[in-house]
C-alpha cells in the first residue's frame, strides 16, 4: 500500500543591534528552555498543540497530549468550528507516532554509510558510502534503486551529498576541492562517471593556486543557483551554477569548516560550524563591506561537526564534539568571539573516550538555548537535525550517535523520548520523512535501516550487518 495514502494529509544581520556582547552563562540557557518561556518553546507549542475547543471535548484536568480518539470526536462534531483539523491538530497526533518500530532492511553495503537523506518531498531517499558508491531510492516504488553512481575521482570517502530542489541534480563531494554534479532525473539508471554519463567538476579551488582542501559540507540554495561548501582550508565557499564559477570565497574559520547552510529560503544568511568550537552567522547582504562574520555563537567547548537550521532564519542545533547538542537563536550571536578557545590538545575524538571531567563542564560564556546530552559524539562527523514541520512542528530533535544508536529528543523539555537501537558501527547520519512517521539510519555496518510507525504489516526483515574494524576518521 502507498505510504502516501497511509499517512497523508490534506530584519537584517548587519545591524549592528542585532549581534550583542554579552550573553547568558549555561545554567541560564538551560533554564529558560526547562522553564518553557523562550520564544521557540511558544512557537513550537503553536504548531504542535490542537485547537482550544478540541482540548476540552471532557470535563476535568486538561492533559497534554489530548488522545487521538478525543480530536477525533471532536473533529467530528465540529467543536473548533472548522468541520477539520487546523496543521497544528494534524501535528497534534501525528507527533505522538513515533517512527520506532522496526527496523526494515533497506540496503546493505560492503563499505560504511557517511550520508543519507530524505529529499524534499520524500518521494527519494540518497544514500552515500565510503567506497564511492551512491544510491538514489524511489521510496514510493517499494524502495527500488532509482540510480546507482560510480562516483568520479574520490578521495577516503563521500563527504556530503546535496540534492537539488527540483531534484534533477545531485552533487556530491569528497577530501577534495571538485565537487560532482550528476543529472538525478536522467533516464540512466547506472550512472558510471563519465563512462555511461558525465559527472560535471565543479573546481572551488580556482582562487587557491591549486592549493589542495577537502569539501566536508555542500548544500544547494533554495532556489537551486548555488552550491555554498564548507572545508578543511577553514574557509566557505558559494559556487554560482549559473555562472560556473566561485564567486565568495570567505576565510571563515580558524580550522575546519565541517558544515554549513543556509539559515531560511533567502540565501542570505549562511550558517558554519568549525573545529575551531564556535558557530559563526554570516550575511551576504554586508559581508562584502564589513569581511566578517555577522555574529558568532560561543558554548561548545570543542568542534562542531553539524548544523541544522530550522528554517526560519532564526534557531539553529549543532552537534559537537563536547557530546552535546545545543539549539541557539542567532540574535543572541556576539558580534565577536569573547573567550579563547578551550580545548584538551592530547584528547583526539577519532580514537580516544571523551574525558569523563569534562562532560559535565560548561562554557562560561555559553549563549545557547538548550542542550542536549546523552549521545555519543565521536570518530566521524556526526549529524543532527529538527524533526520535520508538516508531521511533527519540529517538537523533536535527533540525532546520530557513535555508540551505534539513533536518539530523539523532546526540544522544549530536552528529555529522551526514543531510542532506536540494531546498528553495530556509529551511526553518522539519520533522516526524518518529511510527511511519513518514517525514519531511516545509515551507519558505518554498512546498512541502511527503516524505522516507521505502525509499519507495513510485515515482520521487519534486516540483514545484520558484519562488524568490521575500520578506521575511519572524517
Not at 507527533?95 to 550520508?115: I, K
Not at 552515500?128 to 524511489?138: E, K, L, S, T
Not at 555519543?376 to 524533526?387: A, E, G, H, K
Amino acid at each position: 500500500m502507498s505510504y502516501r495514502r497511509r499517512f497523508g494529509k490534506g530584519n537584517s544581520a548587519c545591524d549592528s543591534g542585532n549581534a550583542v556582547e554579552g550573553s547568558a552563562s549555561g545554567e541560564e540557557a538551560n533554564e529558560a528552555s526547562k522553564s518553557l518561556d523562550h520564544e521557540v518553546a511558544h512557537l513550537t507549542k503553536l504548531k504542535s498543540r490542537p485547537h482550544q475547543h478540541l482540548r476540552g471535548i471532557f470535563p476535568g484536568k486538561l492533559r497534554f497530549p489530548v488522545s487521538t480518539l478525543k480530536m477525533l470526536m471532536g473533529r467530528e462534531s465540529n467543536y473548533s468550528g472548522r468541520g477539520r483539523f487546523s496543521s497544528a491538530d494534524a501535528c497534534h497526533v501525528l507527533s505522538r507516532y513515533l517512527p520506532v518500530n522496526g527496523p526494515w532492511g533497506v540496503d546493505q553495503s560492503n563499505s560504511p554509510a557517511y550520508v543519507s537523506q530524505f529529499s524534499n518531498d520524500g518521494l527519494f531517499f540518497v544514500a552515500g558510502f565510503q567506497g564511492g558508491h551512491i544510491r538514489i531510492y524511489d521510496v514510493e516504488k517499494g524502495w527500488t534503486i532509482q540510480k546507482d553512481i560510480r562516483t568520479k575521482s574520490l578521495r577516503w570517502t563521500i563527504t556530503d551529498t546535496s540534492l537539488s530542489p527540483d531534484q534533477r541534480y545531485l552533487a556530491y563531494a569528497s577530501m577534495s576541492p571538485i565537487v560532482h554534479i550528476v543529472n538525478a532525473g536522467s533516464s540512466t539508471t547506472e550512472s558510471v562517471a563519465n563512462i555511461t554519463e558525465v559527472h560535471e567538476g565543479l573546481d572551488f579551488s580556482v582562487d587557491y593556486d591549486d592549493e589542495e582542501f577537502g569539501i566536508f559540507s555542500v548544500k544547494f540554495s533554495t532556489d537551486g543557483r548555488e552550491l555554498v561548501a564548507g572545508s578543511s582550508d577553514a574557509s566557505i565557499h558559494v559556487y554560482d551554477l549559473q555562472a560556473n564559477k566561485v564567486s565568495l570565497n570567505i576565510p571563515a574559520h580558524t580550522s575546519d569548516v565541517n558544515t554549513v547552510c543556509f539559515a531560511d529560503e533567502t540565501g542570505h544568511l549562511i550558517l558554519s560550524g568549525s573545529d575551531d568550537n564556535l558557530c559563526k552567522v554570516w550575511d551576504r547582504r554586508c559581508f562584502v563591506t564589513k569581511g566578517q562574520a555577522a555574529g558568532v555563537l560561543m558554548g561548545h567547548q570543542e568542534g562542531i561537526t553539524f548544523i541544522d537550521s530550522r528554517g526560519d532564519g532564526r534557531y539553529l542545533i549543532s552537534n559537537g564534539k563536547d557530546q552535546t547538542t545545543k539549539l541557539w537563536d542567532i540574535r543572541k550571536m556576539s558580534s565577536r568571539n569573547l573567550y579563547p578557545r578551550i580545548t584538551d590538545h592530547d584528547w583526539d575524538y577519532r580514537w580516544m573516550e571523551y574525558p569523563a571531567h569534562l562532560r559535565t563542564s560548561r562554557h562560561p560564556l555559553d549563549q545557547s538555548l538548550a542542550t542536549y546530552r546523552d549521545h555519543s559524539v565521536l570518530r566521524t562527523l556526526i549529524r543532527c537535525y529538527f524533526s520535520p514541520a508538516y508531521s511533527t512542528g519540529q517538537k523533536y530533535i535527533y540525532t546520530g550517535s557513535s555508540d551505534h544508536v539513533v536518539y530523539i529528543y523532546d526540544l522544549v523539555t530536552g528529555a529522551q523520548v526514543a531510542k532506536l537501537v540494531h546498528h553495530d558501527g556509529p551511526v553518522r547520519d539519520c533522516s526524518w520523512h518529511p510527511t511519513y512517521p518514517m525514519l531511516v539510519s545509515s551507519s558505518w555496518d554498512g546498512s541502511i535501516a527503516r524505522w516507521e510507525f505502525p509499519g507495513d504489516d510485515q515482520v521487519p526483515t534486516v540483514v545484520k550487518p558484519r562488524v568490521r574494524r575500520r578506521r575511519a576518521f572524517y
